[in-house]
């Protein structure tokens, strides 16, 4: 990571910009590059003092990364970060350890392209993920003894749940084979495709469950082949 600029007062370290816990909240533009030729990473970490979390507007940088503050006595809420983004734009939120003391607004991710997952979060944060309309990929740290990645999809560590699938072809036509060994294609898995994409999906032998939205997104133009299933599958929609 190339270090980025450090205004006076605020802390660097590892390449991540550390801001004073005095600040409580942000402007409207809150952090502005040059214009000139930027292609660094700005990566900022929120102080726990700022517990109204709203206006996160990195202008003139490629990629961004925001990790959200962490005390377990303090409440957060979220209102907006990275609501806009174009097409070139990359922003990685990272999660704190616990979620339990923060609450959003529904959009208020919905620029997020990129999600990283600490080792201690073991339940798959469905709800915060659904809200992200532009999410490209999903972390998940070393040692996280619930969730694994495997080709950019998230599964349960036994490999036995599919919780996210990501949306990899441009074209938006693409067939989807789920892994032998999955049992349970959860809430949502495929929320990272939208209403016009063209979507087969291929079900294991090993399918006992298919949970209510499971395909919500692609849902108007599907095609399931599960011919290798079992005619016991238990399926939401």
């Known amino acids: 990571i190339t270090p980025v600029w450090a205004p006076q007062g605020l802390q660097l370290e590892d390449g991540w910009l550390y801001l004073p816990e005095q600040v409580t909240e942000f402007s409207q533009m809150f952090y502005s590059r040059s214009r000139a030729g930027n292609k660094n990473v700005t990566k900022l970490v929120l102080p726990k003092s700022m517990t109204e979390i709203q206006n ?29 983004v174009n097409s070139n734009y990359n922003a990685t939120l990272v999660l704190p350890s616990s979620m339990k003391n923060y609450t959003y607004e529904g959009n208020a991710f919905a620029g997020i392209t990129e999600l990283v997952i600490p080792a201690e979060i073991t339940e798959f944060p469905r709800d915060l993920v659904i809200g992200m309309k532009h999410i490209k990929s999903i972390k998940v740290e070393e040692g996280n003894a619930a969730l694994k990645v495997v080709d950019g999809a998230v599964y349960s560590a036994d490999g036995k749940t599919l919780y996210w699938w990501p949306s990899r072809n441009t074209n938006k036509i693409e067939t989807i084979e789920i892994p032998e060994g999955v049992e349970i294609i959860a809430t949502y898995a495929f929320s990272s495709f939208s209403a016009k994409d063209l979507i087969t999906y291929v079900l294991p032998s090993t399918l006992k469950e298919i949970q209510d939205f499971a395909i919500y997104g692609s849902i108007t133009c599907v095609r399931v082949v599960a011919n290798k299933c079992s005619d016991d599958v238990q399926v939401g929609a």
């Open 56 to 84: 996160v507007i990195v202008k003139h940088s490629s990629s961004v990364a925001i990790m959200l503050p962490e005390d377990g006595d303090t409440k957060y809420h979220v209102n907006s970060i990275f609501s806009k």
